[in-house]
Nanobody
Framework: QVQLVESGGGSVQAGGSLRLSCAAS????????MGWTRQAPGKRRELVAA???????NYADSMKGRFTISRDNAKNTVYLQMNSLKPEDTAVYSC?????????????????WGQGTQVTVSS
């Protein structure tokens, strides 16, 4: 059993930065791929970024160069550094844990989800 708790969301102006954190309980964090998803009102959920157990990362095209996902297995925590934020980045961001060791969107099937944290970017 893994419980995920996000923090770090909030409101920021366009061009600003936020760092999201996701703390995982349980001793199996290091064996799970981790990802960040987001869902804006009226839109489908999308995978923002994912990281394998070995630290290999992958990003959605619109996030490349702006977002960075990282993990600290010693702290059971995954991070999402978001820079150059745009109003269209406004969404609820959730972390997720997948038992399949992948960072590929088409194979990242979460078993556990966090509750989500709101990110609002104003123009």
């Amino acid at each position: 059993q893994v419980q995920l708790v996000e923090s770090g969301g909030g409101s920021v102006q366009a061009g600003g930065s936020l760092r999201l954190s996701c703390a995982a309980s349980g001793s199996i964090f290091s064996s799970y791929s981790m990802g960040w998803t987001r869902q804006a009102p009226g839109k489908r959920r999308e995978l923002v970024a994912a990281i394998t157990t070995g630290g290999s990362t992958n990003y959605a095209d619109s996030m490349k160069g702006r977002f960075t996902i990282s993990r600290d297995n010693a702290k059971n925590t995954v991070y999402l550094q978001m820079n150059s934020l745009k109003p269209e980045d406004t969404a609820v961001y959730s972390c997720a844990a997948s038992p399949i060791d992948t960072n590929s969107e088409d194979r990242f099937y979460p078993r556990y989800w966090g509750q989500g944290t709101q990110v609002t970017v104003s123009s």
